[in-house]
Nanobody, 117 residues
Framework: QVQLVESGGGLVQPGGSLRLSCAAS????????MAWYRQAPGKQRELVAR???????NYADSVKGRFTISRDNAKSTVYLQMNSLKPEDTAVYYC???????????WGQGTQVTVSS
């Protein structure tokens, strides 16, 4: 199991930006597909963005053009840059690591993002 530690959440006004970080405790970080999920109160956890070991990315339609996922294999860290934040982006954001594709994967503890004026 990979240990994942998220940071960077907080309170931000609508239209603002935040960058989330997720540090992984593995020397084989480069082979993992990494993703960010979020869960708002009363809703199911949903995929926000994913980046595979080759750097290919995909995003939920609701965040396309506003959020960017990236990875730094040398630091075993994945990032989520969130711009033009909206109140509906308010949720707990979770980091997820998976390898191989059929594995159950590992979750971080989550970081709260609140978008409010």
């Amino acid at each position: 199991q990979v240990q994942l530690v998220e940071s960077g959440g907080g309170l931000v006004q609508p239209g603002g930006s935040l960058r989330l970080s997720c540090a992984a405790s593995t020397s084989s970080f480069n082979i993992y597909a990494m993703a960010w999920y979020r869960q708002a109160p009363g809703k199911q956890r949903e995929l926000v963005a994913r980046i595979d070991s080759g750097g290919s990315t995909n995003y939920a339609d609701s965040v396309k053009g506003r959020f960017t996922i990236s990875r730094d294999n040398a630091k075993s860290t994945v990032y989520l840059q969130m711009n033009s934040l909206k109140p509906e982006d308010t949720a707990v954001y979770y980091c997820y690591a998976q390898n191989p594709p059929w594995a159950s994967g590992s979750w971080g503890q989550g970081t709260q993002v609140t978008v409010s004026s």
